[in-house]
């Protein structure tokens, strides 16, 4: 169980387990897809924010809180608006105390496949595919390979 936010220091986090705070832990991961489904590396995304490629890595797993004005500057360069960020989040002070909020999707999940390296290929390359016929009969490959008749 969490500990009360008196309990977490000026980075968020909570001084007993020392765990990032879930909100900085889902921020991180929404820059991280973003950047990903751009083909940007974090080396790319820290010069163009002046930074090195191993805060950008910080920023992405959570373990460093991103302040406001580097919030910002991440919608720029990143192309999205800053609400984007917290999409999916736990609404209001609840958030630090859902139970799992800061673990991994389930394995095998949809969520987990689009945030992999593979899921983003595979989407940014299919939503390309512009002939109707030619994305059926990928997604019947899939379906034979996968030996699952559930994909629909």
Request: proline share 5%; net charge neutral.
């Amino acid at each position: 169980m969490s500990r009360p936010p008196e309990f977490a220091d000026a980075d968020g986090e909570d001084k007993g387990s020392r765990r990032p705070n879930p909100i900085d832990v889902h921020v991180g991961s929404r820059v991280r897809f973003r950047r990903m489904l751009l083909g940007m590396s974090q080396e790319k995304l820290g010069e163009k924010l002046g930074l090195t490629f191993q805060q950008v890595q910080k920023y992405e797993k959570g373990i460093n809180r991103i302040g406001a004005s580097r919030l910002f500057d991440l919608a720029q360069v990143l192309g999205v608006s800053v609400q984007f960020f917290y999409e999916e989040a736990p609404a209001g002070e609840t958030a630090q105390f859902v139970p799992g909020f800061a673990d991994k999707p389930a394995e095998g999940s949809i969520v987990e496949f689009l945030r992999s390296r593979d899921g983003l290929e595979l989407n940014k390359a299919f939503v390309r595919i512009s002939d109707a016929k030619a994305r059926r009969a990928i997604v019947d490959l899939v379906r034979s390979l996968a030996n699952d008749d559930t994909v629909d």
